[in-house]
């Protein structure tokens, strides 16, 4: 899944049509790179982060989604509100990416289960201007799944079902760098829950601290080769997807994994007897 957020720190200088197209542009390079699903987002997530108003929101995203489902393109929709997910899957978006899990907007999970579209429900607490108060536990992955299990009875109950279902734990969404490291190393706990699993990690802050040498964090477009070691971690262990910024390394490292899974699935692929 590629990144493609249509926020003004992304695409600020030009008027509406230069945002556009430059939108295009790199959805067309991720593409050529061997990307499934592009995820468009009109709201930046960051901690400290503030939220545009709902139209500001929908004059983003809407001409994005068009564009790109009308071309064939398989989009998802990054939005925590009923009304952008509405419009997003009036215009072709099949998937809503609601990192609030319907925890945001109260109409959400009644909007998508009136719809077609597939739902992804990622662990959260709170907005960007919260998030970091957010982060205590005392046990993370026991919370995370706990919250997020709650989550997925609301979108169940509210009539989506566990087919169209995506779920994410979250990382980096009121989750320090210590919380984030050992929900990856859990990660296995969410794959066995029997949803699809969405993995996000692509050049958060606790890769620059893990990269961190004597000039500080490792800068944000330096950290994409740990996530490709993550993303191979998350492929062995049968996640669904994973939403990245950088689209070719990942798809490399899932190439791999997908051969070798041929090569394990074989009746005679352990002559050995060693797996
Ligand atoms: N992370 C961000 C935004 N949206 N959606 C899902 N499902 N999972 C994530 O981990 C996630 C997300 C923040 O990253 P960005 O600001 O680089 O897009």
């Known amino acids: 899944m590629g990144i493609l957020n249509v926020t003004p720190d992304s695409f600020s200088d030009g008027g509406d049509h230069y945002a556009l197209d430059d939108a295009l542009a790199h959805a067309q390079q991720m593409l050529a790179e061997g990307v499934d699903i592009i995820d468009v987002g009109g709201e930046s997530t960051r901690p400290g982060s503030v939220r545009p108003p709902e139209d500001e929101e929908l004059r983003r995203v809407v001409p994005v989604v068009a564009a790109l489902a009308g071309m064939g393109i398989q989009v998802s929709v990054d939005t925590m509100r009923a009304g952008v997910a509405a419009a997003a899957i009036e215009n072709g978006a099949a998937i809503i990416n609601d990192v609030s899990a319907g925890l945001a907007d109260p109409d959400m999970l009644r909007v998508v289960a009136d719809s077609p579209a597939d739902y992804i429900a990622m662990h959260w607490r709170g907005h960007g201007s919260e998030m970091n108060q957010l982060a205590h536990y005392d046990d993370v992955t026991g919370e995370v799944m706990t919250e997020l299990g709650a989550r997925i009875g609301a979108a169940l109950s509210a009539g989506i079902t566990p087919e169209r279902l995506i779920i994410d734990p979250g990382y980096g969404f009121a989750k320090?760098?210590?919380?984030?490291?050992?929900?990856?190393?859990?990660?296995?706990?969410?794959?066995?829950?029997?949803y699809r699993l969405l993995v996000g990690v692509s050049?958060?802050?606790?890769?620059?601290?893990?990269?961190?040498?004597?000039?500080?964090?490792?800068?944000?477009?330096?950290?994409?080769?740990?996530?490709?070691?993550?993303?191979?971690?998350?492929?062995?262990q049968g996640a669904w997807a994973v939403r990245t910024h950088t689209v070719r390394q990942h798809r490399d490292a899932v190439e791999v994994v997908a051969r070798l899974r041929q090569v394990w699935d074989a009746p005679e692929g352990h002559p050995s007897g060693l797996r």
Do not use: M, Y
Request: aromatic share 6%.
């Open 176 to 194: 320090d760098a210590t919380q984030n490291w050992q929900l990856l190393a859990d990660q296995e706990h969410f794959v066995s829950l029997g």
């Open 203 to 236: 050049r958060k802050r606790f890769l620059g601290d893990l990269l961190r040498d004597g000039r500080g964090p490792r800068p944000v477009l330096h950290r994409d080769d740990a996530a490709v070691a993550i993303t191979t971690l998350s492929a062995l």
